[in-house]
């Protein structure tokens, strides 16, 4: 148990913690008076009546750029060791990362290509097709079922 | 010119195909020519390959050609593989021979069949099952030339299906043989459990060490085929009915080739024999009993083609006689010469029966020597063949038999010799009946039926194979003269396969002629009596017993005591066992297995939270059973 | 002054666990999917505390394998996720059930 | 710093031959995706389709080059040994390039006809097939871990390919989240069994196994029983196995077949190098379990598969059947058995992609015409397309003259063999189960009316069963409505691929030799 000794101030810190927070709960429920209305239920309580819900959807261009920036962020991963010792490793290292960053690389061409990094007004990279079959009933297939407004 | 052999199963394989894709357009007569022209190619490959199996060395005239393993599994390696030899290559010569000239004949046979490609079609699928049969450098490849010919066999004794007897000889070919193909395939599994190996020289090497019980089963098994296939006692009665397949058929295929697979397969396995004397004992008994018995029968019957076929059987029984007791090249030499005398015989019989409007009773015939002359001279030159008259192919060959036979056991000769007077009897018989006396056929039994009936000679493509074969029958006996060591070509060639022989006995010259004096005898004796009781005379009721016209009523008995009876039996177990006991039982598997798998899907409830549910109940499962093994 | 590697060890395991029964219980896919790293990375504390207990530099190398192939599973299932779930508003694992049986 | 400083750091050396094609297909996976993006023009689907092919073909060519080497020099290990080239790595790596040469004809057709443009689709196949090779030849358990991500993590966006089905994007889900559960449990096996042996390397570990007696084996064993749950999930071992039949159903359907036979390849290949290589030490505490999952898994597989109406997900249990067939033969634990469990992979991919392209092919355009339905009279209408399907739905029975009969004949064996009699009856008994619903498929596209006696629904073997009408077949043969019965269109690539898989089985099926050799050269095991 000797080797938990240096663990004793976090121990204690996390106890005075609890120990403050469920005090302080504790008081204001036996002090405070309870007449609950339905304002003060409501979440804001600063006086004024939510009138629409906070967008919970962020537009999809943001998980994109979001993900595309994990992956890169990532990779880097790999970058430190190499630079840790970069000079042991010689022209075998600098070959392997350099491969591999192109490897990356690639990628992110593909990426930018489909204007996956665009922000702001579309611009269409591919002039558009005519498509002769194309109607408004088949684009409404392509956004979703039919069946989906329901759900 | 070895490197050539693979072709020579495989050109009647093409015609096959070839048949199959494109017979209906090619059709009459086109198909039948391009079957015969396959099957003549694959004899001239075969006469070239022979011809370099001749310049080899007679020590070294074995050549192995493997194509590819056709399986390996586990020990077991069998390669898709030929074995030319002396033996395989005499085979296969005669084999194509015979097949080529009877294709030959069958384009003028079936001229008028709706079927005709379709006759060619099975008729080319035979000579490649029967070369690959001959040709193989295994067991396992044999076995399936084996069945091959029997498949091909089924398909043209029911060739006229229509016929309610031809569909149900077929079914009674294909069920005795069944019998034999059983046991033939216990022998396979004993030979490869004990040596390890199903490859010819493989086994052969291998035989010193397999203990004696072992190697008289394996001998007596496939013998057990070889009846089967071969038509022996007990499982002959099939190649009497098998006579309702188009006549062609029956010279080719239950005569001069298919049946005799029976006694090639002895002959191959003479190093097996050699160890098991028993085995070969029981096979020399069997041939001589089915000899005399098919011999008698043969006596009694009026149906031209059942006389040839009782023959057949008596004549096979011969062969057997004769590899039972190790004499292989006597069998092999009669072997020969019954191809050529039977098939000849047959497709006279052929000849005779177009001419007739398809009647086979021999006594509405009589009196068409004269207007059938080549056809009459051919039958009667087959007639003194068979019946071993001095000079003629089957004297040299039943000679040889027979004097073999005395050597080993007088009883054998004596059997022997009572069968070659029958022999000449009944052919004689046959002879006399279709050929001479009165134009019974003129006073028709049924009225309208033989209405201008003006028998003649076939065209020629049916002559042809008849004067070859006649002139083959005749003269074939020169190919193993035993007058003169320097004369035994065909004994000398096998030598070198036969050399394990169970017993060998060597007369003198002087002692091969006193057996030659003796043979003609028998054999005279044999024509004499034909000419003194039917040279005249159509109706002999004291010389064809009831007894004997119904082939001693083994057919009957058959019928009787195991036929009927199994099929009670299989009626009683389908309506009572089958319905009740075993369809309830698998109807009750059933019900079983679908109701666990109805309350077994619900588990797939589609949530994911239950499926990670279960990989982590596994989890936990897995981890449970991993500590009660920690320690 | 240092704690002994078991207590490490448990605490991956503990760690493991409850992201194993957190994927069990809750219906949010992100959430689940939250769960799932919290197990990846139980299994990297494995790693450095046996790497660190063996003087063996493997462990740690593996962790970084671990953690890049964690970030590539982020970016798909995110990918997967977003894709699906952009046409189902507030939408949980549970309405995901039209396969079955 | 204090561990890094006493290391010194050694460069390993790298054979970039050896792993030449799971390079090509990587760099080649590369190339097709900007192939199109450099160029600014539409670029047509069966451009990248060709590309695919010969990516595929020329990591082929590479596996035979290397293939050629071993021969010669016999196995050796690369890059710090954890990659493996022996010729059981080699025999996989044929299998994959072929499963990504057929997959990229079959799909070529499926996404023509779908109208799905760009390279995605056959990018992310090739990036799927390098990771099922490395799965093969690796020698490391972090490499077998990070060759299974590369292997999954394509697959699971190849399910969810289809945004225009629902059910696409189900599958995906739920693929994904179990994938990556299961992809936990895995690491923290290799986490635990580093621990125990100290090394992830899987010869180190063997030598370590073999060179000292553990005396507290439990940190190990648990190890072990969490890599077997990693690998289970990914061939869908019971109780590991249930997203199968809903992904199965799910994903577009090339995509299943490709996933199919893929995912055993690499699954299997790896499973097998670990447990009978480098645990094979500790057999006698791994056989039992696997033993226990092989029956399960061989029965659950034949018996759900009876009461599906959905072909797909009627030959996802099937696919779980087979993967029982192949933990049979892991379960002998003999080489024999290893050889018979190689073998029947290898006839499995080839089968099961054959008959998913059947299906793709009956499927339709929006890929939804999978009811039993509509198979009915198929062979009448399309005789060689049904004959074709019958091939192989024979072929997956075990029927004898086509390459599954041996395949099953060889794992038997080896059970038998190893005197485990039980689990050969019982994966006997459960092929005849599975007889029933391939044979009722092929009585059903012949319209064979099976004698009114035996039961009344058509084709399987059943009494009458009352309720439930979605199990079984309606019996009066009506078209129920909704399914299509109109002509099936057959273009040539896939039809070229689907005669290739049914030659295969025929040929050597009747003709197993050089199959039989070839998978027998993963007895040069590392």
């Not at chain 2, 050929?435 to 028709?444: K, L, P, S, T, Y």
């Not at chain 2, 009523?553 to 006991?581: L, M, Q």
């Not at chain 2, 939270?609 to 990989?615: E, F, S, V």
């Not at chain 3, 046996?50 to 962790?63: H, P, S």
Request: proline residues 5%.
């Amino acid at each position: 148990m000797g080797s938990l000794d240096s663990y004793l101030p976090i121990f204690f810190m996390v106890v005075l913690g609890i120990a403050f927070a469920s005090l302080s709960f504790g008081a204001s429920k036996l002090l405070a008076p309870q007449r609950p209305t339905s304002a003060k239920e409501a979440p804001y309580e600063c006086g004024i009546v939510p009138t629409h819900e906070p967008a919970r959807r962020f537009p999809v261009r943001f998980y994109l750029v979001a993900m595309i920036f994990v992956v890169v962020d990532i990779e880097v991963i790999f970058l430190f060791p190499w630079a840790v010792d970069s000079q042991s490793l010689g022209r075998f290292g600098l070959v392997e990362i350099l491969v591999f960053a192109a490897s990356v690389f690639v990628p992110f061409i593909y990426l930018v290509a489909n204007g996956a990094l665009d922000w702001g007004p579309i611009k269409r990279v591919r002039p558009v097709e005519s498509q002769p079959d194309r109607t408004s009933s088949s684009t409404v297939r392509h956004v979703g079922p039919p069946n989906d407004q329901a759900a | 010119m070895l490197r050539v052999a693979f072709l020579i199963p495989l050109l009647p394989l093409a015609g096959f195909v070839i048949l199959l894709l494109s017979g209906r357009k090619l059709g009459n007569p086109l198909a039948g020519w391009l079957a015969t022209i396959m099957v003549a190619a694959s004899f001239v490959v075969t006469v070239v390959v022979f011809a370099g199996l001749f310049r080899l060395p007679a020590g070294g005239r074995s050549y192995t050609q493997n194509w590819f393993t056709w399986i390996s599994a586990g020990h077991l390696h069998v390669n898709m593989g030929l074995l030319v030899d002396p033996l395989s290559m005499t085979m296969a010569a005669f084999v194509t021979g015979v097949s080529a000239l009877i294709h030959l004949y069958s384009i003028g046979y079936m001229e008028h069949d709706e079927d005709f490609p379709k006759f060619f079609l099975y008729l080319n699928l035979f000579v490649a099952a029967m070369l690959l049969l001959v040709l193989a450098n295994n067991f396992l490849l044999l076995f399936l030339g084996w069945e091959g010919v029997g498949v091909c066999s089924y398909f043209l004794i029911g060739f006229w299906f229509e016929r309610d007897t031809a569909s149900s000889a077929a079914k009674k070919a294909m069920i005795f043989n069944r019998i034999g193909d059983a046991a033939f395939l216990v022998a396979l599994f004993l030979i490869y459990e004990r040596t390890g190996s199903l490859d010819y020289h493989t086994v052969f090497s291998h035989l010193g060490s397999v203990g004696e019980p072992s190697l008289v089963a394996m001998g007596v098994l496939l013998f057990a085929g070889a009846v089967g296939k071969s038509a022996q006692i007990p499982l002959y009665p099939w190649l009497a009915d098998a006579m309702e397949g188009p006549t062609p058929v029956s010279a080719l295929i239950h005569a001069a080739t298919m049946v005799t697979a029976g006694v090639y397969l002895m002959c191959r396995i003479n190093p097996i024999l050699y160890r098991a004397p028993d085995a070969a004992h029981v096979i020399a008994i069997i041939g001589a009993v089915t000899a005399l018995l098919g011999a008698t029968i043969a006596c009694a019957q009026n149906d031209i083609k059942k006389i040839l076929a009782y023959s057949t059987i008596s004549q096979l029984g011969y062969m057997f006689l004769a590899a039972g007791i190790g004499a292989y090249d006597a069998a092999i030499f009669l072997m020969l010469t019954h191809a050529f005398y039977k098939a000849l015989l047959f497709l006279g019989a052929g000849s005779v029966i177009h001419a007739m409007n398809d009647d086979q009773d021999v006594k509405t015939m009589g009196a068409l020597a004269r207007l059938m002359p080549i056809t009459a001279v051919t039958f009667f030159i087959g007639w003194l063949s068979i019946g071993g008259l001095p000079v003629f192919s089957g004297f040299w060959s039943k000679g040889d038999v027979l004097l073999n036979g005395y050597g080993f056991s007088p009883a054998l000769w004596v059997v022997g010799a009572l069968t070659a007077v029958l022999t000449a009897y009944y052919l004689g018989r046959a002879y006399l009946l279709v050929f001479r006396g009165q134009q019974r056929w003129v006073e028709a039994r049924k009225p309208g039926d033989r209405a201008g009936l003006k028998p003649h000679d076939p065209s020629w493509v049916m002559s042809v194979p008849l004067i070859v074969l006649g002139a083959l029958s005749a003269v074939g006996g020169l190919i193993n003269l035993p007058i003169h060591p320097d004369l035994d070509f065909l004994d000398r060639w096998l030598s070198p396969v036969f050399a394990s022989r169970l017993f060998q006995h060597h007369w003198g010259l002087g002692g091969v002629w006193t057996f030659a004096l003796i043979d003609a005898a028998l054999a005279l004796l044999g024509v004499a009596l034909a000419v003194a009781l039917w040279g005249h005379a159509s109706e002999r009721p004291a010389f064809e017993p009831v007894v004997l016209q119904r082939a001693w009523y083994i057919d009957w008995a058959y019928d009787r005591f195991i036929a009927r009876p199994s099929t009670e039996v299989a009626i009683e177990t389908s309506s009572v066992v089958e319905a009740k006991g075993i369809d309830g039982a698998v109807n009750g598997f059933a019900w079983l297995v679908r109701s666990t798998a109805r309350h077994l899907r619900k588990v797939q409830t589609g949530y994911v939270r239950n499926y990670a549910l279960g990989l982590a109940g596994g989890l936990v499962l897995v981890l449970a059973y991993v500590l009660t093994r920690a320690s | 002054m240092s704690v002994s590697a078991t207590w490490y060890l448990t605490l991956a395991a503990v760690l493991f666990t409850i992201g194993a029964v957190g994927l069990l219980v809750r219906r949010n896919v992100l959430v689940m999917f939250m769960c799932v790293e919290l197990m990846l990375n139980a299994a990297n504390l494995t790693f450095v505390t046996f790497a660190r207990r063996l003087n063996d530099i493997a462990g740690q190398t593996a962790v970084f394998f671990v953690l890049v192939v964690a970030a590539a599973e982020v970016v798909v299932g995110l990918g997967i996720i977003v894709s699906i779930y952009r046409r189902r508003p507030g939408a949980t694992a549970d309405d995901l059930h039209g396969l079955k049986g | 710093m204090k561990l890094l400083a006493v290391l010194t750091i050694v460069t390993p050396h790298v054979n970039y031959v050896a792993i030449l094609p799971e390079l090509i297909l990587i760099g080649g996976a590369l190339l097709l995706l900007v192939s199109g993006q450099l160029v600014f023009a539409k670029i047509p689907t069966a451009f990248y389709s060709i590309g695919s092919g010969a990516i595929a073909a020329a990591a082929l060519v590479a596996s035979l080059v290397i293939w050629h080497d071993v021969q010669a020099r016999g196995p050796f290990t690369t890059i710090a040994d954890s990659v493996a080239v022996d010729g059981f790595a080699i025999v996989f790596l044929v299998l994959v390039s072929c499963i990504l040469i057929l997959a990229s004809a079959i799909a070529n057709d499926f996404l023509v006809r779908e109208g799905i443009d760009g390279p995605e689709y056959h990018v992310l196949a090739l990036l799927a097939g390098s990771g099922a090779m490395l799965m093969a030849a690796a020698n490391d358990l972090i490499l077998i871990f990070v060759a299974l991500e590369i292997m999954s993590i394509p697959l699971y966006i190849l399910a969810g390919m289809d945004s225009r089905r629902r059910e696409s994007g189900e599958a995906a889900i739920k693929y994904f989240v179990l994938g990556a559960f299961s992809s936990a449990i895995f690491v923290y096996g290799i986490a635990l069994v580093y621990g125990a042996t100290g090394s992830t390397n899987l010869p180190q570990i063997a030598s370590y196994l073999n060179t000292n007696i553990i005396t507290s084996n439990g940190v190990l064993l648990a190890g072990l029983g969490l890599l077997l749950v990693g690998f289970g999930f990914k061939v869908s071992a019971v109780p590991f196995h249930m997203w199968t039949p809903d992904v199965y159903q799910g994903a577009p359907t090339p995509a299943t077949g490709f996933m199919t036979a893929l995912a055993k390849a690499g699954g299997f290949a790896a499973l097998l190098r670990v447990f009978f290589s480098t645990f094979g030490v500790l057999r006698t505490d791994w056989q039992p379990l696997l033993w226990a999952i092989a029956i399960v898994t061989l029965l659950l597989g034949a018996i759900l598969g009876l009461v599906q109406r959905d072909v797909k997900r009627m030959l996802a249990y099937s696919s779980i059947n087979h993967a029982g067939f192949i933990l049979v033969g892991l379960a002998a634990a003999t080489s024999q058995g290893i050889s018979g469990s190689v073998y029947y992979v290898f006839v499995y991919a080839i089968l099961v992609l054959g008959s998913f392209a059947v299906i793709t092919l009956v499927g339709g355009k929006g890929d939804e015409n999978h009811d039993l339905d509509a198979y009915r009279g198929l062979g009448r209408r399309q005789p060689v397309l049904a004959f074709a399907f019958a091939l192989l739905l024979l072929g997956q029975t075990g029927i004898p003259l086509t390459t599954g009969f041996l395949a099953k004949l060889y794992v038997i064996t080896a059970a038998v063999r190893a005197h485990s009699y039980a689990l050969a009856v019982i994966a006997m008994l459960s092929a005849a189960i599975a007889a029933a619903f391939y044979l009722r498929l092929v009585f059903l596209m012949y319209g064979v009316k099976l004698p009114v006696g035996s039961g009344g629904d058509e084709g399987a073997l059943s009494l009458p069963v009352t309720g439930e009408p979605d199990d079984g077949l309606d019996p009066t043969g009506s078209v129920p409505t909704g399914v299509n019965i109109g002509r099936v269109v057959v273009p040539v690539p896939t039809a070229v691929a689907i005669f290739v898989t049914v030659a295969v089985t025929v040929v050597f099926g009747i003709w197993p030799g050089p199959l039989v050799d070839f998978v027998h050269a993963a007895h040069f095991l590392f």
